[in-house]
Each structure stands twice: as structure tokens, then as C-alpha cells.
């Protein structure tokens, strides 16, 4: 059921979750922009590991530490407490906080390992419009944060409908989550931000170059572009595939009629509080896999000289 | 300032988060003083009479008392009444007070001895009747003085009964009033229908005359009178309570009165619930105060059993009863330990009172049932003590709690038709009872936590008798059934002079966990050679249908347990074809009868478990029904919190008063099954 405040609620984790996900990722490729090429690039394998971990994995595991294994509260999940009502300022400030930090915090941890990682590449990236995808990731893992914590935002109801089997409609489920996705690439295209300068590409001069030694367009494309253009695509699909995958792990595995996936995760999650490595354990099969997939995209993906 | 901003923000982020973190974990309960409960539900609105789930039912028991109540050794424990008695009044009446005096004068005369034996306490005149005391009811000393007073000429009595109907009724005490009619008319008794039972020292002609006459007058027509007996002098059983008046106080600061107590058996008949207590409630005469701290509880006739219907009974104070009785808007005051100091449906919060020292808590916070993650968040964090799991609820399996189950309240038992073609023959009950496997039943009961049923009571009451079932022993059962005649066939199936051993097992529909429990039970007496479909019918046409008029092989039928030890609805051959009764069985055995109505006939309490017994053995022997599993509501309670509790134990069930009271009295003793 959307309402203005479950909007708002969700809205606000997700631009509490960017902001902070974009300094830490500004900050982390600012600190191994220094590193030696070897080092950089584990960095970037570490971070895209931690983006591409199932997020309910991550959360579940940090929940069952932080609840199950150390007795310290989440706010959200903890009902027997009276709130901030009856609580001095300050503790009412702090009961407001903890509110919202656990959730802003797991949020923003994939986001910040995507960006990270996007922005510590080979290609510096323009630093906004690269938000673009690691936005769509970000909404799409915002049900995840909602449901987990109970948290009374707009698409807390996503991950349950998607799993049950009664759900009417998988567009029906995500309705909300697509018009927020669709309302970031609106935000994103529509941002007043000056344009970078134009620099021709690797492409744009080997198609030149090929030009100017006498192929006709059509040959330069065939012989030096189609294949590199192909790689491309393919790369980008897997990268894809691999963002979906640790997308529908977090989600529970919806759609999986055998239900053994789901039913290994969700054992795993409810054991969370005494057993907080049971989660990871429960993921990292699909982790390796998503990982497996954007590497394979990296090694295809053509090099430029 | 780029940078500063971009390692700023997650530091600031990371600090404040740490200190908030920090601030809260110190904010954490860490009070002893109160206990955090979960329900399994929403935050209930405490009916007293109409508890929705066992964890209501506790709360309750917090809240509200009644006059006898259930120690933790399944005895009868003072509440508001700190004691009380049964007693025998014999009452004759005279032509004057002189006649009266008299009469006492001849019973005084009677030996020392004879008064002993007799158990006579004393004799009194009120006005023209002459009140003989006896220690006990239902002994033999009131006929005796009874036939001693003939000789002093009582006025004969004349039971007139009057069928007025619900709107005659207050013509009818109108008329009992009339100053032609006060000495007269000794007792004025309506039923549930507004038939009206009167008791008259005048003669039939005068009666009925008068009687004509005032309807008459009053525009309506004549009543049907119809004479049914006539006596020298009523017995009566008399129930006396003392009152606690100095820790059973409203919370007005009020005593409980006889008014209460009176005005809580009208409301309740009015209501019509607790049912078990409504058949005692019928024959109360009369409820009047005596002394300062004792309330009197007249009987109409002999029924020892009328002690069972105040047992757990909460007493309500008359004037909201008067007040509010019928809205039902607010929960009542009450007189138990503890009272509610803040209700709405996000908490309950119980306070104990200060008049009682039984409790070193200072809360019992009640908050509804929350999702089973937050569940378990808040037994990590300590911030919920006891929590009431639905069932199937993973919380069962949570290592953080520990369950203790709460008394026994109902059981699943299946009544056999003992007239139906296959199941009349003995043997076969008995082998069908000896093929059934009650512990697997229990360990499967679906979406459930159960333990073994008993036929007749509860077990651990002090008159409880043991185990009712018959041992799991396949073997035997077949042994039964080919000693009876019914041999199997090469399927399995049992036969008899070509007829299979067949029936339909009846079973209500819309609650699948019995449809699974009579599925189950088809399969094991499959194994014995019987051949049984289960049958769902409609709630609603179960009894008219089926029970009342015998159209049936088995019932699956789910029963509360009863304390009260009158047996005879369910199982007296007088029950049998009578409208209204319980006897769907059909049993009758002229045995069984004489056992059930000594039973329902105890009023000391102490014989009762001799009597049970002998009741349970005959029908064990007669086999009319099959046990199978029983309730098993349990609570569960965060480690550590309780330390002096004992650990769980499935035969030692738990309140909720025990569990907050600082000096837990001895827990609620159990037979195991097979002990």
C-alpha cells in the first residue's frame, strides 16, 4: 500500500544510502588511486565481491552478530521498546538515529562497493552519471532493507509478493519499484550537470584511421568494430546477468518452483541470530557465481589500446 | 574542501551512528522489576468469562479472583474465601411461632449422642419455621429428625409448578410479595424458560384460587399449575464461604459482598457462560450474606458438585455488573493481585496491588504478537521475557527460551455409537483402542504441541485418576478381534460372517488438524484390520443429524475438561434419549449409573478420587470412548530471566501467577502417561 510516508520513508533510506554510498566510493578510489595496478585491481575484485554478495546475506549475517551474538538493539526490529516516546532529548535523538542508521549503512554497503569499483576502473568515469546503474541496484535492494527490518517504507511488500505463490503478477509486485527506478533515470538524465568534453573514443579512431587508409565504413566496421562491438555487448550482458543474479538471491530466489534455493537461504537467515556466519555461508555459491559472470565479462570485455 | 567532504561524511556518518548505538545499548532494560510479555496475538480486551487463548486466560487469572481457585498442586485453594463448608438445613413449617419454639424444644431433648450422630449443630426459629443445622448434607441424621418433628404436625409443603414463561415472572414474585401470600409462600424458584417452581405451606385449592384470581386482575390469563410433590420439611444443602475481607478488595477499596457474589452467578447464568458452571447455577435457591464475612449459598437439591462451579469462577463486582454488565465496554475491576494501569492496543500494563505482597515485580508489561524476527530480536536484546508462540511458530525451536506448558484444558477423544452394527461388540472397541498409537498422534499433531487425552478429568487434579487409554499393542488388537469372530482376509481387512469390519469416523469440517488427526487414526486401525472412512459433516448438523438421533459409527469430538466431577450428562443411561443430554454413546449400564451419581453426589472432597477412580475403571472397562491427545499450551521464557523457577517438565504445568509470584508455591503436579 503506497502512502506518502512509506514514499518518503523509502526515499529517504535511499538518498540517505546514495549520499553516503558516494563519498565512501569517492573515498575509496581516491585511497587506491594510489595503489600499485596489481593492488587496485584486487581492490576493485573486493569491492564488486561485496556488491555482487546477496544483500540479505550481508544484512542477516550483521543482524545476528550485531542482535544474536553481541545482545546490542536495531531499533526497528525490537517492538517491546516504548520508541523515542518517554526518552530524554538525547536519547530520543539517538533512538532516531539507530533508526535509521542500520538500515542507511547496509544500504549504502553494495552501493558504495559498485560505485567504488565503477569509478576505481580502468576508465575514470564521469563521477554523476556513472550513479545511474548503482541508483537501479540501490532501489532494487531497498525491499530487501525493508522487509528484513521492518522498516514501513513503500516497497516492504515487494520480496514478500515476489515469493508468494499467490501473487498475482510479477509487474503487479514491482509496480512501486519501477516507477522509482524510472523516476532516478528521469532525476539522473534530467540533472543540470555540465556535459563532459568530447574526446573520440578508441573506436571513433580506429574507424577513423581505417577510413583514411581506404576501407569503405562498412569494411572498417565489419573488420575491426563488429567483433570488438560484440564483446561489448556480451561483456556488459554477463555484468547484467551478474547484478541480476545477486539481486534475485536477495530477494529469496523468487520463482524458484523447487524450492530448494529459497528454502536453503531462508533456513540459513532464521538461524542468523545464533549462527551469523550461517547466511554468508548460505550465499557465497552465489556470490562466486554473480562474481564468475562479471569476470568472464571483464576477460571478454575488449581492451583498448 | 572535495576531500574533506568526501572522507567526512562517511566518518561523521560512521561516528554518530556508533555513538547513537552506544547511547541506546545503554539505555537497554536492564530492570528486574519488570517482565515484557508477547502474546500470541493482538492485545486482547479481557473478557473474564470469555478468555480467547490460554495467555488470556492467565492474564486473567492475574486480575480477577474467584472464590476457590486451584493451587499448584491441582487442590482447592482459598482465594476470596479463605474457607468454607457444607452444610444441611432442615427447615419445617408451623401453624404458629409457638408451634415452633416447641418443635426446637423436642429436638433439644434429643440425646447428646443422638444429636452427634446425627451431626446436628443446632435448631433455630425464624418466625414460624424451625431451622435444624447439620454439620453434612446428604446424611441420614435430617431424616431422622424430620421424622422425629412429624409428631409436632408441620405444615405439609406443596411443590406447585407454574408455567408462566419468561413474562409471567415478575407477575408471579408480585404476587409472592402480597401480604396474603408471604407466609405462605416459602420459596419462589424460576428455571431458564420462566417456569416457576413454587413451594407453599398453604393448601392446593387456596393457592390455585388466589393465584386465578391476582392473574385475573392483572389482565392474563391463568397458568398451568401443576402439583408435584408434597413434603413435611426442605432439605437443603448450604454452602458457606468466609471471606478474606482484608486482601480481596475492589479497587475501590470495597469488600466483595454476597450482592457481588449474587449479581456474578445472575451474569453469568445470563450469559450462559462459564458452561461448566451453569448446571450448578441452576439449582442455587438463594444467596444471602452471613455475618459480616460469609456469603451463603442456598442449594435447591443435593448436588455435590456444586462446589466445582465456583472453582476459577472470577467474581465481578455488582455494580458494574449493574452498570456496565451488558455493554461490555470496559474490563471490569477485579480483585486479584494485579490490576491494569494502561490499556490500548499497542500494550497492557499489569501493576501488582498494594494490598498484596505476593509479587517483588513492579510491571508486567503485555504487548501483542510481532512478527517471529522481531520476536527473536527482542529476546536477544532482553527486551521480552515470556513469549506465548503461535502455533507452528518457529519461536518453539528458539535456544533462547525455555517452555513451560500451562495446565491441560481440552482433549480430542473418539466416542463410539455402542448400538452401531460393527462397534457394539466389546472386543472390537477394545482392539480398535489397543491399535491406536497416541504418542505417534501427538508427536504428529500438525501445526500443534499436544500430549496424551483423558476420558473424564484433567490430569493432575487431586482426583484425577491415571491414565484412561489402553496401551498401544497391535498385536492384542488382532488377538481381540480374532477371539471375537473377525478374522482378516488376504487385504488386512477384518471379516465376520462376511461382513467387513467397516464404519464411518465423523469429523467436523473447516479444521483441517482434526481431518488430518481422523486420517491418521484410519491408518493405524488399518493395520488392526479395520476398514474406517473418515466422514466430514458440517459443525452445525453434527449433533442434530448424527449424535442426537445415533446415526453414527465414531465421532471425533474435541471436549474442554471439566472440574466439575458430575459425569452423568455424558454417560447416564437417563441421558440417553432425552433432548438436550450428552449421552451420545448410548451407553447404559446400570453400573456405571450408581457410579456416576455417587460421584456427582460427593460433597467431600476427599472421597472424590476413590469414587473417580472406581467411574474410570468402568468405563474403561465399557469402552464408550477413546482418549487420544490433549492441549499443550506452553509458554515460553527467556533464559536466565527466571532463575528460580524449576526446569520445565511436561507433567508439571505452569501459570502465570506462579511464574510472577517471588515465592512460586510447588508447581502443578502430573502423572506421565504410562506412570
Not at chain 2, 477394545?430 to 499433531?445: G, I, M, T, Y
Request: charged fraction near 15%; proline fraction near 9%; hydrophobic fraction near 45%.
Amino acid at each position: 500500500m503506497l502512502s506518502a510516508s512509506s514514499v518518503a520513508v523509502s526515499l529517504a533510506l535511499f538518498a540517505g544510502a546514495l549520499v553516503l554510498a558516494f563519498a565512501t566510493a569517492q573515498a575509496f578510489s581516491l585511497i587506491t588511486g594510489g595503489f600499485p595496478r596489481w593492488l587496485r585491481g584486487t581492490s576493485v575484485l573486493v569491492a564488486k565481491a561485496i556488491a555482487l554478495f546477496p544483500l540479505s546475506a550481508l544484512l542477516w549475517s550483521a543482524v545476528g552478530l550485531w542482535v544474536g551474538r553481541w545482545g546490542l538493539p536495531v531499533a526497528s526490529l525490537m517492538p517491546a521498546a516504548e520508541g523515542a516516546a518517554g526518552l530524554d532529548t538525547v536519547s530520543r535523538a539517538a533512538w532516531e538515529i539507530w533508526w535509521w542508521a542500520p538500515p542507511v549503512f547496509l544500504l549504502a554497503l553494495p552501493l558504495a562497493a559498485d560505485l567504488g569499483a565503477r569509478l576505481t576502473g580502468p576508465r575514470r568515469a564521469n563521477p554523476w552519471p556513472v550513479l545511474l546503474v548503482p541508483g537501479w541496484l540501490g532501489l532494487a535492494l531497498l525491499p530487501v532493507v525493508e522487509e528484513a527490518l521492518h522498516l514501513p517504507g513503500a516497497l516492504a511488500g515487494v520480496v514478500t509478493s515476489l515469493r508468494s505463490p499467490a501473487a498475482p503478477s510479477v509487474l503487479v509486485a514491482v509496480f512501486p519499484l519501477l516507477l522509482l527506478m524510472l523516476g532516478w533515470w528521469v532525476l539522473v538524465m534530467a540533472w543540470p550537470c555540465k556535459p563532459p568534453p568530447h574526446l573520440p573514443t578508441a573506436d571513433d579512431r580506429i574507424f577513423e584511421g581505417a577510413i583514411a587508409i581506404g576501407f569503405s565504413p562498412e569494411e572498417a566496421w565489419r573488420l575491426h568494430l563488429r567483433t570488438p562491438n560484440l564483446r561489448r555487448r556480451l561483456a556488459n550482458g554477463l555484468s547484467l546477468a551478474a547484478s541480476l543474479l545477486a539481486v534475485w538471491t536477495a530477494y529469496g530466489c523468487p520463482g524458484d518452483t523447487s524450492g530448494a534455493h529459497p528454502h536453503r537461504l531462508e533456513t540459513a537467515f532464521q538461524a542468523a541470530l545464533h549462527h551469523p556466519e550461517a547466511p554468508l555461508l548460505a550465499a557465497w555459491p552465489y556470490a562466486l557465481c554473480a562474481l564468475s559472470l562479471w569476470l568472464l565479462g571483464r576477460i571478454i570485455q575488449p581492451r583498448h589500446r | 574542501m572535495r576531500r574533506a567532504l568526501i572522507f567526512g561524511i562517511p566518518l561523521v556518518a560512521l561516528g554518530v551512528a556508533s555513538w547513537a548505538a552506544w547511547h541506546l545499548q545503554r539505555l537497554q532494560p536492564v530492570s528486574s522489576g519488570e517482565v515484557v510479555m508477547m502474546l500470541p496475538g493482538p492485545v486482547p480486551s479481557l473478557n473474564p468469562y470469555a478468555p480467547g487463548d490460554e495467555s488470556q486466560r492467565q492474564l486473567l487469572d492475574l486480575l480477577y479472583q474467584p472464590l476457590v481457585r486451584l493451587d499448584g498442586q491441582g487442590r482447592l485453594a482459598p482465594a476470596i474465601a479463605k474457607s468454607w463448608t457444607w452444610r444441611q438445613h432442615l427447615t419445617c413449617w408451623f401453624a404458629s411461632p409457638e408451634a415452633a419454639q416447641a418443635a426446637r424444644q423436642k429436638l433439644e431433648q434429643v440425646a447428646p449422642q443422638t444429636r452427634q450422630a446425627w451431626l446436628l449443630e443446632e435448631a433455630a426459629v425464624e418466625g414460624r419455621a424451625l431451622v435444624a443445622r447439620f454439620a453434612k448434607p446428604a446424611e441420614t441424621g435430617a431424616d431422622q429428625a424430620l421424622q422425629l418433628l412429624a409428631g409436632q404436625a408441620p405444615l405439609p409443603l406443596s411443590f406447585v409448578r407454574i408455567e408462566t414463561g419468561e413474562e409471567g415472572r415478575p407477575l408471579l414474585e408480585e404476587f409472592s410479595r402480597q401480604p396474603a401470600q408471604t407466609a405462605g409462600t416459602v420459596r419462589l424458584w424460576f428455571d431458564d424458560h420462566g417456569t416457576c417452581e413454587l413451594v407453599t405451606t398453604q393448601p392446593l385449592l387456596a393457592l390455585r384460587e388466589a393465584l386465578a384470581e391476582w392473574f385475573f386482575q392483572k389482565g392474563r390469563s391463568v397458568p398451568r399449575m401443576t402439583p408435584f410433590a408434597e413434603v413435611a420439611g426442605l432439605l437443603e444443602p448450604v454452602l458457606d464461604f468466609k471471606l478474606d475481607v482484608h486482601s480481596s478488595t475492589w479497587p475501590d477499596g470495597k469488600a466483595v459482598s454476597a450482592a457481588d457474589v449474587a449479581a456474578t452467578v445472575e451474569h453469568s447464568r445470563k450469559l450462559g457462560y462459564p458452561a461448566s458452571s451453569q448446571e450448578s447455577f441452576r439449582h442455587i435457591q438463594a444467596i444471602v450474606a452471613s455475618g459480616q464475612d460469609g456469603i451463603r449459598v442456598i442449594y435447591r437439591r443435593t448436588y455435590g458438585a456444586a462446589l466445582a462451579s465456583w472453582v476459577g469462577l472470577p467474581i465481578l463486582p455488582e455494580s458494574w455488573i449493574r452498570k456496565a454488565g451488558s455493554s461490555g465496554a470496559a474490563p471490569p475491576p477485579g480483585t486479584g493481585e494485579w490490576q491494569v494501569s494502561e490499556a490500548n492496543e499497542r500494550r497492557l500494563v499489569l501493576r501488582p496491588k498494594d494490598s498484596h505482597g505476593g509479587s517483588s515485580l513492579a510491571s508486567l508489561r503485555v504487548i501483542p504478537a510481532a512478527p517471529e524476527l522481531q520476536a527473536k530480536v527482542a529476546l536477544a536484546t532482553g527486551t521480552v521475557d515470556a513469549v506465548w508462540p503461535a502455533a507452528g511458530s518457529s519461536l518453539h525451536q528458539d535456544p533462547a527460551l525455555q517452555f513451560h506448558p500451562a495446565p491441560p484444558r481440552n482433549r480430542l477423544l473418539v466416542l463410539w455409537n455402542v448400538r452401531s452394527s460393527r462397534l457394539s461388540e466389546l472386543p472390537v472397541r477394545e482392539a480398535l483402542s489397543h491399535a491406536v498409537n497416541r504418542e505417534a498422534l501427538a508427536q504428529d499433531s500438525p501445526g500443534a504441541a499436544a500430549r496424551p487425552g483423558e476420558i473424564l478429568f484433567a490430569p493432575g487434579l487431586w482426583f484425577s485418576p491415571g491414565p484412561s487409554a489402553l496401551p498401544l499393542n497391535l498385536s492384542l488388537a488382532r488377538q481381540k478381534l480374532e477371539a471375537g469372530g473377525w478374522l482378516q482376509d488376504v487385504s488386512g481387512i477384518a471379516k465376520k460372517g462376511g461382513q467387513a469390519l467397516e464404519f464411518e469416523l465423523l469429523v467436523v469440517t473447516g479444521n483441517p488438524l482434526r481431518e488430518a488427526l481422523a486420517g491418521q487414526l484410519a491408518g493405524q486401525w488399518r493395520e488392526a484390520g479395520a476398514q474406517v472412512t473418515v466422514k466430514a459433516v458440517a459443525p452445525e448438523s453434527l449433533v442434530p443429524d448424527y449424535l442426537e438421533p445415533g446415526r453414527f459409527d465414531a465421532v471425533l469430538l474435541g471436549l474442554d475438561y471439566e472440574l466439575a466431577w458430575d459425569q452423568t450428562a455424558f454417560w447416564h443411561s437417563g441421558q440417553n434419549q432425552a433432548r438436550g443430554g450428552f449421552n451420545f454413546s448410548r451407553l447404559a449400564d446400570p453400573q456405571l449409573d450408581l457410579l456416576l451419581e455417587a460421584l456427582a453426589g460427593e460433597f467431600d472432597t476427599d472421597r472424590l478420587s476413590q469414587r473417580a477412580q472406581a467411574l474410570q475403571d468402568r468405563l474403561m472397562f465399557l469402552q464408550p470412548a477413546l482418549p487420544l491427545i490433549g492441549d499443550l499450551q506452553q509458554i515460553g521464557l527467556r533464559n536466565g530471566k527466571f532463575p528460580d523457577l524449576p526446569a520445565p517438565d511436561p507433567s508439571h504445568p505452569i501459570t502465570l501467577r506462579q511464574i510472577l509470584r517471588a515465592d512460586a508455591p510447588d508447581l502443578l503436579k502430573m502423572r506421565l502417561p504410562n506412570e
